[in-house]
């Protein structure tokens, strides 16, 4: 497994906008495609986006879409920013990478996961 370490959440005021970032621990380009995933008590976890290894694929859930940019680096990183933060947004974001071909938004897809990082946006 390939540990993933996330940071950049905390307390924003809706309409601000806040970058998250996930490193593996060590570099490593055995994860095909990274994602992001939200979380609220209660729920199970819900894509937010996701991006390949090669960036060429590029996925975001439409509660997102047009809001946010995921990429990227070199070094297997993946950043996540959020821009016009809503309420709605709050939530434990997730980082999360599958060793296999292809991309997906089932949870259940992916074997390797970060601690999670807490967003909480204010009103």
């Known amino acids: 497994q390939v540990q993933l370490v996330e940071s950049g959440g905390g307390l924003v005021q809706a309409g601000g906008s806040l970058v998250l970032s996930c490193a593996p621990a060590?570099?490593?380009?055995?994860?095909?495609?990274m994602a992001w995933f939200r979380q609220v008590p209660g729920k199970e976890r819900e894509f937010v986006a996701g991006?390949?290894?090669?960036?060429?694929?590029t996925d975001y859930a439409d509660s997102v879409k047009g809001r946010s940019t995921i990429s990227r680096d070199t070094n297997s990183a993946v950043y996540l920013q959020l821009n016009s933060l809503k309420s709605e947004d709050t939530g434990v974001y997730y980082c999360?990478?599958?060793?296999?071909?292809?991309?997906?938004?089932?949870?259940?897809?992916?074997?390797?996961w970060g601690q999670g990082t807490q967003v909480t946006v204010s009103s």
């Open positions: 999360s990478g599958r060793r296999s071909y292809g991309q997906t938004r089932n949870p259940h897809d992916y074997d390797n």
């Open positions: 060590e570099r490593t380009f055995s994860l095909f495609f």
């Open positions: 991006i390949s290894f090669n960036r060429r694929i």
